[in-house]
C-alpha cells in the first residue's frame, strides 16, 4: 500500500525524554499579544513567576530565571561559585554528566569524574570516601544529575547530601534537576542543595528555552567571592531587579505566561499526586520493557527514573535504525542513544503532561515496531502495563470507597 508522504494523520506520538508534550492549556496562555517587560503587568507575571517556581523547587530562597536552555544554567551554576583553577566532584552517570564535565574544563575548573557503567546513578558512599580523602578540602564543589537523561537513572539527593556531611566536607552541593524537577520528588532546602539547576521544557511542560537556577545562601556567599567571568549569567544583576519584578535584560514574554501556568497546573493535581503519576506510568513501562525480554539500561531497581527508561536491544540490532521505522511506520518519536550505548538503545520518555492512555499508546506503538523490525522479543508487553496500570487504578478506588 502506498505511503501519503503529504499528511500524517493523527497526533504524534512524542516520547523523547524532553520537550515533553505541550498542553493545549499551556499553548494558549502563551498565545497573547506581548506587553511591556517594563510596565507594571509584566512586574505582576514575573513576580508571579519568581514566587511560584520556589514551590516547585521548594525553597524559600531565590529562583533566577534564565532565557536559555539547561545549559545555559549549568554554566551559571558554575560561574557564579567558583573560581579559576577550583577542583570540582562530578560523576559520570551518563552523556550528560559527561557534557557538564566538559564545559568546567572549558571555563577553566578542573573536574573529577567518578566514573561509572553508566547504568547506575551516583553512589553516596563513592562520594564520601572520595571527600574523606579530600585532607586539604581543594575540592569546591560536587555536582551530579539528578536523574540522567541518557540512561534514566535517578541519584538520590538526600542520601548524597547526608554523605557529605558526614565527610565533614565543606563542597558545595549541585545538583541538575533538569529531566526530574516537576515529575519525581525534589526538595531543594530540605534536602541541603547549594545550586539546582533546572529546564523548562519536560516536567513543567513549556517549550525549550528556559532554564532556572534555586540558591541556597551558602552559594549566595560562595557568589561574592566567586572569581570565574561572568556577564549575562550574573546572579546579582539578576537578583537586583527581581526584586522589584523586573529582568536586567530583556526577557522571554511568552515563556513567562507558559511557566506561570504551568505551576498552577501542577498545582491543581497536587504535586505528591504528578510525582505518583510519572511513577505509575514508569513502572508500567519497565514491565512491558520487562515482558518483552528485553533490558532497562539502568540495572539496579534504586536508580530507576520515573520519567526516562532506556532500552537495551539484543546485539546486532541498530537502534537507531528502529527509531526510524518506528517513526515512520507508526508516527513516534524515541530519545536517541549516546557515547558507550550509541546505536544501541532507545529512550522512552514518559514525563510532564503524558496520561496512563496516552502511554499505552506508545507502548502499543513499540510493541508493533519491534515486530516489523524483527528485533526478538517477547509478546504481550502492552497487556503487562495495561494489567499493572488497571492494578493500581483499582487500589486507589478501592481506597476511596473505604
Not at 85 to 99: H, N, R, S, Y
Not at 181 to 192: I, K, N, P, Q, T
Not at 211 to 234: G, I, P, Q, Y
Amino acid at each position: 500500500m502506498a505511503k501519503n508522504s503529504s499528511r500524517t494523520v493523527g497526533r504524534h506520538f512524542l516520547h523523547i525524554p524532553g520537550p515533553s508534550p505541550l498542553p493545549d492549556r499551556i499553548l494558549r496562555a502563551m498565545d497573547t499579544p506581548i506587553i511591556d517587560h517594563r510596565g507594571p503587568e509584566f512586574a505582576r507575571l514575573a513576580r508571579k513567576c519568581l514566587d511560584g517556581i520556589k514551590t516547585i523547587f521548594k525553597t524559600t530562597n531565590p529562583v533566577i530565571i534564565y532565557t536559555a536552555t539547561g545549559t545555559g544554567a549549568w554554566e551559571a551554576a558554575l560561574v557564579n561559585t567558583l573560581s579559576p583553577g577550583d577542583k570540582v566532584l562530578m560523576v559520570e552517570t551518563g552523556q550528560f554528566a559527561t557534557l557538564w564535565k566538559k564545559m568546567a574544563e572549558k571555563i577553566g575548573l578542573v573536574p573529577e569524574f567518578i566514573a561509572t557503567d553508566w547504568r547506575i546513578g551516583a553512589d553516596p558512599a563513592a562520594i564520601e570516601a572520595r571527600l574523606r580523602e579530600d585532607k586539604k578540602k581543594e575540592i569546591k564543589a560536587v555536582c551530579f544529575l539528578h536523574n540522567e537523561t541518557s540512561t534514566g537513572c535517578l541519584s538520590p539527593v538526600a542520601e548524597i547530601r547526608k554523605a557529605i556531611d558526614k565527610a565533614g566536607h565543606p563542597a558545595l552541593l549541585m545538583v541538575d534537576t533538569i529531566s526530574s524537577l516537576a515529575s519525581a520528588d525534589y526538595r531543594h532546602d530540605e534536602w541541603g542543595v547549594d545550586v539546582s539547576v533546572g529546564g523548562a521544557q519536560k516536567g513543567l511542560m513549556l517549550p525549550p528555552g528556559m532554564s532556572f537556577n534555586a540558591v541556597s545562601d551558602k552559594a549566595l556567599a560562595a557568589n561574592k567571592t566567586s572569581k570565574l567571568t561572568k556577564s549575562f549569567w550574573a546572579w546579582d544583576e539578576m537578583l537586583a531587579m527581581n526584586k522589584i519584578g523586573f529582568f536586567p535584560y530583556t526577557p522571554a514574554t511568552q515563556m513567562l505566561h507558559g511557566l506561570a501556568t504551568g505551576i498552577e497546573m501542577l498545582h491543581e493535581e497536587g504535586l505528591d499526586n504528578v510525582f505518583a503519576r510519572h511513577d505509575r506510568l514508569a513502572e508500567a513501562t519497565r514491565r512491558a520493557i520487562k515482558a518483552w525480554n528485553l533490558d532497562i539500561i539502568c540495572r539496579d531497581p534504586k536508580y530507576y527514573s520515573p520519567t526516562i527508561t532506556a532500552v537495551l536491544l539484543p546485539e546486532g540490532h541498530d537502534a537507531d535504525a528502529f527509531r526510524a521505522l518506528a517513526l515512520e511506520q507508526f508516527n513516534i518519536s524515541y530519545g536517541a542513544s549516546f557515547g558507550r550505548f550509541a546505536g544501541k538503545m532507545f529512550r522512552i520518555g514518559h514525563l510532564g503532561d503524558i496520561n496512563d492512555a496516552m502511554l499505552l499508546g506508545g507502548l502499543a506503538a513499540t510493541e508493533m515496531a519491534l515486530a516489523l523490525a524483527n528485533v526478538p522479543h517477547k509478546k504481550g508487553g502492552v497487556q503487562a502495563a495495561m494489567d499493572y496500570l488497571i492494578s493500581q487504578h483499582g487500589s486507589a478506588a478501592k481506597q476511596a470507597a473505604e
